[in-house]
């Protein structure tokens, strides 16, 4: 998921999953020599040194990067999501500078060095510039992560700890607790994830009542209702689906959660249509093998389609480079497809 967007800078209550003191990991993270960060390995070997168990091993990743990246504000204005998809977390460690897409990612994959599950969670926030009533929320623009502690999933939210933009639009750091193991309750008044279980509430939250504000949340979050069913249950699910299964299945639940999100279910038909092409043998020696190819390219060309509908509905400027790519996709798919069907007919 191609994700940007800023976020507020915030000096609230502290609501934590755990009372926990944190001063000595703290500490370490802040004090990291430069050369400690020369590599994702190096830095996460150093910063793990003191922990004593997996969330220690959390908390000195998401100090780390509150003290040591920046909001890349540069990144933010000229908001292009391909060089945004592209920066990997080497360049975020290089630049010192992210948007919350790299923040996320660099958290990601010092987890995963580690054997700590966690995941990018792409969604909705209330972040810089929000006015309530005045927002559209028809596109993801933001990302945080879901982090698997003592046997329970937890949110937190390395961008939004390290600081937050003034209104120069100007990065000022400053460090915030309040999205570090995040009471799932508290954090869904500012962050709505694309998919409705990652926010991690049996009853999740409705779209219009996110957009509705705080005073609704809350109400609708003591409020009984029959539609509830286990997070954690269908979580479990989806991660027993293979990797291409997940994307469509994510894709579909989060156009099914907030049907304006037209990209979100494009994207999903994109990564599904790339998964089958994949699998088209670059040479064939068979009749068989090409009829195969033919049957394959024609459903991948039929999810591309269906993708260039739905983006089409995308008035603003945040799908252009996808539909440019898309638009390529199809014409070399129809290529290869009417190609192949020449051969058949011999």
């Known amino acids: 998921m191609k994700l940007i967007f800023a976020f507020f800078l915030l000096i609230l209550s502290v609501a934590h999953t755990f009372a926990y003191d944190y001063q000595k990991i703290d500490e370490h993270a802040k004090q990291a020599?430069?050369?400690?960060?020369k590599t994702v390995e190096t830095l996460t070997t150093y910063l793990?040194?003191?922990?004593?168990?997996?969330?220690?091993?959390?908390?000195?990743?998401?100090?780390?990067?509150?003290?040591?990246?920046?909001?890349?504000v540069q990144a933010y204005r000229t908001?292009?999501?391909?060089?945004?998809?592209?920066?990997?977390?080497?360049?975020?460690?290089?630049?010192?500078?992210?948007?919350?897409?790299?923040?996320?990612?660099?958290?990601?994959?010092?987890?995963?060095?580690?054997?700590?599950?966690?995941?990018?969670?792409?969604?909705?926030?209330?972040?810089?510039?929000?006015?309530?009533?005045?927002?559209?929320?028809?596109?993801?623009?933001h990302a945080w992560n879901a982090v698997w502690l003592e046997g329970r999933w937890h949110l937190l939210d390395t961008t939004w700890g390290?600081?937050?933009?003034?209104?120069?639009?100007?990065?000022?750091?400053q460090f915030n607790e309040k999205y570090f193991l995040t009471d799932p309750k508290v954090f869904v008044r500012d962050h709505l994830p694309l998919e409705p279980s990652w926010q991690l509430l049996d009853c999740p939250v409705p779209m219009k009542t996110f957009v509705a504000g705080e005073e609704a949340i809350d109400k609708a979050m003591a409020q009984k209702r029959s539609d509830c069913k286990d997070h954690n249950k269908l979580i479990k699910i989806w991660e027993s689906l293979p990797d291409h299964e997940k994307s469509l299945?994510?894709?579909?639940?989060?156009?099914?959660?907030?049907?304006?999100?037209?990209?979100?279910?494009?994207?999903?038909?994109?990564?599904?249509?790339n998964y089958i092409m994949r699998g088209i043998k670059s040479e064939m020696h068979s009749r068989q093998e090409i009829e195969e190819a033919v049957v394959a390219q024609q459903q991948a060309l039929d999810y591309l389609r269906k993708a260039e509908t739905l983006l089409n509905n995308v008035?603003?400027?945040?799908?252009d480079m996808e539909k440019q790519i898309l638009k390529k996709n199809i014409q070399l798919s129809e290529q290869n497809l009417k190609s192949m069907q020449k051969v058949l007919k011999g």
């Open 162 to 173: 390290s600081g937050g933009l003034n209104h120069q639009m100007k990065y000022v750091q």
């Open 48 to 72: 793990v040194k003191p922990a004593r168990n997996d969330q220690e091993k959390v908390r000195s990743f998401y100090t780390w990067m509150a003290f040591h990246i920046a909001y890349d």
């Open 79 to 141: 908001f292009d999501p391909y060089a945004i998809s592209k920066t990997t977390s080497a360049d975020v460690l290089q630049k010192r500078k992210a948007v919350c897409q790299g923040y996320s990612q660099l958290f990601n994959e010092m987890c995963q060095l580690v054997g700590i599950k966690s995941y990018l969670v792409p969604g909705y926030s209330k972040g810089f510039g929000y006015e309530p009533g005045k927002k559209s929320f028809a596109a993801a623009d």
């Open 249 to 273: 299945q994510s894709a579909s639940a989060a156009y099914a959660f907030n049907p304006d999100n037209h990209a979100a279910m494009a994207r999903g038909y994109m990564d599904y249509a």
């Open 33 to 37: 020599p430069d050369k400690a960060a």
């Open 315 to 319: 008035k603003d400027n945040s799908a």
